[in-house]
Nanobody, 114 residues
């Protein structure tokens, strides 16, 4: 079973930055795509950013220009660099990887104070 381990969440003031990491237990090229989702209290889980096996990137409109998804193939790790954070970015952030199944990490809390 695939293991996805997130790290890097925390508390930051508005305008600050955080970098999330997602370490996979297997070669990330085995996945069709990997990405980050988030879920705020009382809201549905939503896509934040995704990177395909071929390197195509896609972002939610709400984070374009502020967040960047990237990967380190040698480390089997995907990152989410988050800049210019806003209080509305507060949520639990989940790593996701799709092969023949949907694979999820345990989530990491990001809290942005105003």
């Amino acid at each position: 079973q695939v293991q996805l381990v997130e790290s890097g969440g925390g508390l930051v003031q508005a305008g600050g930055s955080l970098r999330l990491s997602c370490a996979a237990s297997e070669n990330i090229f085995s996945f069709n795509y990997m990405g980050w989702y988030r879920q705020a209290p009382g809201k549905q889980r939503e896509l934040v950013a995704v990177i395909t096996r071929g390197g195509i990137l896609n972002y939610a409109d709400s984070v374009k220009g502020r967040f960047t998804i990237s990967r380190d193939n040698a480390k089997n790790t995907v990152y989410l660099q988050m800049n210019s954070l806003k209080p509305e970015d507060t949520a639990v952030y989940y790593c996701h990887a799709r092969d023949t199944r949907e694979n999820w990490g345990q989530g990491t809390q990001v809290t942005v104070s105003s």
